[in-house]
């Protein structure tokens, strides 16, 4: 079936070009949505404004891609299980006990792709959600609910151009102060705040540094630099999402590229003198920067090795490499 949406175009404050369409807003009628036990149609899908999830933000999610590739007439998801146990530790800290095991999880979001039958790209997004209709500030003895649905989507930023990012003044939050390796509904107010401050200045990503002033992440998203041949990322103390992408990419940096990754702090100011910086996640994949804080890195052009190292990263996510065979899961339709 095909699904109509209607695409928000942005203008780039910076360079005064319309970036191509990119995030989808639904209609809300079209599509299926495995809800509460069973597929219903999207317009079906509905809650009690009284949720608990809705007043508090008590709710975890994932962001899952998957690649439609023309030749092999498959649709290949990738990290399907990665996305489903990482989703396991985050409704484990929201004192969640869902009814589907990772193992329900990976085959009923295989069968709602099926169902669908989109030959293009898309976005698969799970929720599991606190339901019952209460204000009690609780996390316990609440009911929980979960949702899946998904929808067409290309490219989230412009992957080939290079972006031009700035650090924000919102910190990322804390882990003393939120879960940060739980992917938190009510969390990504954080991102929200730091994302509209860094689009209104004219930037297209924010880097948020965290409490002690260190380069945590992106908004949606984590962070790469290469400095003298050498792949640094923040370490997972730096108050970072555990990002599936950023793990995948360090396996594949130290043996398909046979170089070295270190993971440890990053100042904001050794960003300025990085000979590439790269963003990274499911939604951006792997996103040349070409200057922070309006100084240009590197070049000022999209860097060699990251353009290799995205070049790399989408041919195993469409399937087409078979060293990284494991990473796909194969959907057909026939
Ligand atoms: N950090 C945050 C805050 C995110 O929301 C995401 C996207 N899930 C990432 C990093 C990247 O994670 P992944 O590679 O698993 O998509």
């Not at 606190?130 to 929980?144: F, N």
């Not at 200045?201 to 949606?220: C, K, Q, R």
Request: some cysteine.
């Amino acid at each position: 079936m095909t699904q109509t949406y209607q695409s928000e175009a942005q203008e780039n404050n910076q360079t005064g070009k319309v970036e191509s369409p990119t995030v989808p807003v639904l209609n809300p009628e079209e599509g299926y949505v495995y809800f509460e036990g069973r597929v219903v149609p999207m317009g079906e899908a509905k809650i009690s404004i009284a949720t608990h999830a809705l007043q508090y933000g008590t709710a975890c999610f994932e962001g899952i891609r998957g690649y439609w590739n023309e030749e092999h007439e498959k649709l290949y998801i990738l990290k399907l299980r990665a996305h489903y146990e990482r989703m396991a530790h985050s409704w484990n800290t929201l004192m969640m006990k869902p009814k589907e095991s990772v193992d329900d999880l990976c085959a009923l979001t295989a069968e709602l792709v099926r169902k669908h039958g989109y030959r293009s790209d898309v976005y698969i997004r799970p929720l599991a959600y606190k339901a019952s209709r209460t204000i009690k500030l609780t996390l316990s003895s609440l009911e929980d609910a979960l949702a899946i649905y998904l929808f067409p989507m290309g490219n989230y930023v412009d992957i080939s151009a290079g972006l031009n990012v700035c650090t924000s003044s919102w910190r990322r939050a804390s882990s003393n102060a939120m879960p940060v390796r739980a992917k938190v509904t009510g969390a990504y107010i954080n991102s929200c705040l730091a994302v509209d401050d860094a689009t209104a200045a004219g930037f297209d990503e924010a880097i948020m540094l965290t409490d002690d002033g260190t380069v945590s992440e992106g908004s949606s998203c984590n962070l790469f630099i290469i400095r003298n041949g050498k792949f640094v990322t923040p370490a997972l103390s730096e108050d970072i999402l555990e990002g599936i992408t950023r793990n995948a990419l360090i396996e594949m940096i130290e043996k398909k590229f046979g170089m070295e990754v270190e993971q440890r702090r990053i100042d904001r100011t050794e960003l300025y003198a990085s000979d590439e910086v790269f963003l990274c996640g499911t939604g951006v994949q792997v996103s040349p920067v070409t200057s922070v804080d309006r100084r240009r890195v590197g070049t000022g052009q999209p860097g060699a090795l990251t353009m290799q190292l995205q070049q790399a990263y989408l041919a195993a996510c469409k399937g087409e490499d078979p060293q990284y065979s494991e990473w796909v899961t194969p959907v057909s339709y026939a």
